[in-house]
């Protein structure tokens, strides 16, 4: 994803603009799937996930807004462009945390043994850049314009379908990379699962909430970075569905605490996604 230069401009749902949260550093705010072919991942996301994505008109990115059932927006489609794929970029979903201060944390980021990926650039709704962590791992730094009106971002929830429900990093250097987190962000430590031969699998606090882990990644492990589930409501409808649209489930759908099940699929594009929610028959 290095290299991929100027993306122009974006325009987020409103919910940006209006984030009213404990704490904004350190909240997941915002995800974005990266794709070559937009028309082809609305269908199959409109049918795995349940959500809508009425595919935007608008030069120059074509930026389009990915909604649930309810109407509320959660995160965004951007179209690659044969010079973004030509400068190393793919299709892949990356997520967006909060900040108060956008310079000073991609200051802290770099410092911290981060990479920038893309510069900081300024938008109607504020300010953002993508870095990566020590290890590689992408993701974007922003900063909304205004905050305060009431409105709450709901891209990140544990239980609403339709949201990213659990974020999820398979480390390349689990301490390292850990810390580097936490010096960001504050994320704390709420506890760990052992997974015997894989190691520690470390839950993350964000504002007392636990939205996600860490773990080792493993040696034979495909690909890197952040996986972000898709909450759906039937897990087996959702991998039928994969089926039937053209994506592959590579794992699952496999139990895991709390009455859940997890899928790890490929969507026909190419990008990783994951997907986590109940077995209903």
Known sequence: ?????????????????????????????????????????????????????????????????????????????????????????????????????????????????????????????????????????????MQPRAMGSGQTSVSFSVEDCGSMGWNELPAADMARDLAFYQALFGWEVTGALDMGAYGQYQFLAHDGVTMGAIMQRIPEAQGFGWNHYIRVADIDAAASAINAHGGRVLRGPDPVPGEDWIIHGRDPQGASFALVGKRVA
């Open 1 to 141: 994803m290095a290299g991929r230069g100027r993306i122009g401009s974006r325009r987020f749902c409103c919910c940006l603009r209006d984030i009213a949260m404990t704490k904004l550093q350190g909240a997941w705010i915002w995800y974005e799937l990266m794709t070559s072919d937009a028309a082809g991942a609305k269908a199959f996301y409109e049918a795995v996930a349940g959500w809508q994505i009425p595919l935007s008109g608008q030069a120059p990115l074509y930026y389009s807004h990915i909604t649930r059932a309810d109407g509320r927006e959660v995160g965004g489609l951007l179209p690659l462009t044969q010079e973004m794929i030509a400068q190393g970029a793919h299709p892949a979903w990356v997520g967006y945390i909060g900040v108060d201060d956008i310079n000073a944390t991609l200051d802290a980021a770099l410092a911290a043994g981060g990479r920038l990926l893309m510069p900081r650039m300024d938008i109607d709704e504020g300010s953002f850049a993508m870095v990566t962590d020590p290890g590689g791992a992408p993701f974007y730094l």
